[in-house]
């Protein structure tokens, strides 16, 4: 049964249930059919015996007399009169019936005769004081084993074909059915094989299980494609924004080869290497930190953690020009968080609001608590970002027109403060206009619950 298809193990249950369900109504048939029988006849034989006896009665010299509506045989009923000492008067006894049945006022009874069983009811008409006569009906019982050799060998005959279209038609339907996973099945196989992930399993009319399957694949096949894309983005970019500084250090070693003669033009030279290391290193660094983050190999430490305390000293430590970076922080703000991630993403943002900031303009930290939720947002009266950037700046290297911001940057920084603030059950918005300036805000949830270490 174990190597059967679904398809046949649902045939064979249909042709198991039918043949049971059968055979169990074939035996109610025969169970019901033979005690009607019986009863029907039963009636049959008192509604023509108690008819005739309206006809009978006995004259005054006690002599019998038969009204005109007397039958002697009617629908298969035998009426016989008989004098008080049983002697036959009236009608003849059917010859298969020999028995010498004792007389019963009233009582419908079985006997049997040579030729088959008969059923027997006899009443005893009164008449003066003493005297009177039996009437008795005889009727031959219905030939019940008969019927049931005929209902057998019907079902004998039936049955097998009966279960046979169960057994076709249950396979037919189960095959119907199954078909859309068939198909399914095959597209599966076939994007697998082609490692087409661009390709869909076509979704089967109406709404069952199978069309809920076939649209649960496909958002699965949307999924992978779109991982798989960005996994490819993250490469190529990746080693787009390595293979830049790179190539800016072949061709300065290059120059100062050939050219680097004075000891000025070669520690210019080793300046530029110098640039371009840090560049590499910094962007090596965040790309080792987000994969970290990604893949769940750098803890998240989320414990109690005073945020006020944080921004303030961060604020505090930042070197930029006084007067240019305002705190506004509320005290006493808590949440249960990451230091070392959260002082991360304040500091890119920090950061940003700098470095795509007007030439002496102002960057804005404020911090403060808003219904259940607390908010740190970093505010600049910089460049701002166009509208339809705005959904794109969380894209890892993602960068707008870098010769309009004039700054440089891998496009790493808001990606990686988003994926920090989702560490923490929150999330980040930004508001900006071009020209004016831009607001970026952490969400988090505030009065979390106990500290809890979790695996990011
Ligand atoms: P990077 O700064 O290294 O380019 P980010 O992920 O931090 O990368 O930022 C992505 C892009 O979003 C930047 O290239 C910049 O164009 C834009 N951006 C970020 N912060 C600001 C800001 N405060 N004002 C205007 N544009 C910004």
């Known amino acids: 049964m174990k190597r059967l298809s679904v398809k046949v193990k649902l045939a064979v249950w249909y042709v198991l249930l039918m043949a049971l369900m059968a055979a169990l109504l074939l035996g109610f048939l025969l169970g019901i059919s033979g005690s009607v029988s019986n009863q029907t006849a039963m009636n049959q034989l008192e509604q023509e015996v108690r008819t005739n006896l309206t006809q009978v009665s006995l004259a005054e010299d006690g002599s019998l007399q038969l009204g005109e509506g007397f039958r002697f045989y009617e629908n298969g009923v035998y009426t016989l009169v008989y004098s008080q000492g049983e002697a036959l008067l009236a009608g003849q006894v059917p010859v298969s019936f020999s028995a010498q049945e004792a007389f019963e006022n009233g009582l419908t009874r079985t006997a049997d005769g040579t030729g ?24 031959e019982a219905p030939d019940n084993p008969q019927a049931i050799a005929n209902l057998l060998l019907m079902a004998v005959v039936t049955m097998p074909l009966f279960i046979l279209l169960a057994a076709l038609g249950g396979y037919l339907i189960a095959r119907r059915a199954f078909r859309p996973l068939e198909q399914l099945t095959a597209t599966a196989d076939a994007i697998n094989e082609a490692a087409d992930l661009s390709r869909r399993v076509e979704v089967p009319p109406g709404s069952n299980e199978f069309t809920r399957l076939a649209a649960t694949l496909n958002q699965m096949f949307e999924r992978l494609e779109r991982s798989f894309e960005a996994e490819t983005q993250f490469t190529a970019d990746a080693s787009h924004e390595l293979r830049t500084p790179v190539s800016v250090i072949k061709s300065a070693c290059e120059y100062a080869e050939k050219y680097g003669d004075t000891p000025e033009e070669q520690r210019e030279t080793i300046a530029m290497i110098h640039r371009q290391a840090d560049r590499m290193s910094a962007l090596i660094g965040q790309l080792l930190s987000i994969t970290r983050l990604d893949q769940g190999t750098e803890k998240a430490r989320l414990t109690k953690l005073d945020l006020s305390g944080l921004v303030e000293g961060l604020c505090a430590d930042q070197p930029y020009e006084k007067g240019r970076l305002l705190p506004q922080v509320e005290e006493g703000v808590s949440v249960q968080g990451d230091a070392a991630l959260l002082t991360r993403l304040l500091q890119n943002l920090i950061d940003n609001g700098f470095k795509y900031g007007k030439p002496g303009g102002h960057v804005w930290v404020e911090l403060g608590r808003k219904g259940d939720e607390v908010r740190l947002t970093v505010r600049d009266d910089g460049v701002g970002i166009e509208k339809e950037a705005q959904e794109k700046v969380w894209q890892r290297f993602y960068q707008t027109d870098p010769s309009r911001t004039g700054a440089s940057g891998a496009g790493l920084g808001l990606s990686m403060v988003q994926k920090i603030a989702q560490l923490h059950g929150g999330h980040m918005t930004l508001e900006s206009v ?8 952490l969400h988090l949830p505030a009065g979390r619950g106990d500290p809890a270490e979790e695996k990011i």
Do not use: E
């Open 116 to 139: 088959g069983r008969y059923y027997v009811l006899d009443f005893w008409v009164p008449s003066g004081w003493d005297g009177g006569v039996w009437v008795r009906g005889l009727l």
């Open 434 to 441: 071009p020209g004016l300036g831009s607001a970026f805000t």
